[in-house]
């Protein structure tokens, strides 16, 4: 299944939010920040591109859904998504 911003929506924005999260964490580290702080943020971002992962199983779930009520073959199969959905747990 081909990625497009369509298909993935929200889960871009959350993407794209994290990246600049992570950035902050960088500099946080390169400016010598508090470890309690740097770790706060960094779990912060982890949540985030956790979050983004889920919504882009979602995002595939709703897809092949929508294909097979149009009677069309799921670009994906369940099991596919299914192990996909577990690499992210």
Excluded: W, Y
């Excluded at 470890?35 to 949540?47: D, G, M, P, R």
């Excluded at 992962?53 to 670009?75: D, I, N, T, W, Y």
Aim: aromatic content about 2%; hydrophobic content about 45%; proline content about 2%.
């Amino acid at each position: 299944m081909r990625m497009n911003e369509a298909l993935v929506g929200d889960a871009l924005t959350r993407l794209k939010r994290a990246q600049g999260q992570l950035a902050a964490v960088v500099a946080m580290i390169e400016q010598g920040e508090e470890c309690e702080k740097v770790l706060t943020q960094l779990a912060a971002v982890s949540k985030a591109l956790d979050r983004a992962g889920f919504k882009l199983v979602a995002s595939g779930l709703r897809h092949c859904q929508a294909a097979r009520e149009r009677g069309e073959p799921a670009p994906m199969s369940e099991e596919e998504l299914e192990r996909l959905f577990l690499a992210l747990a």
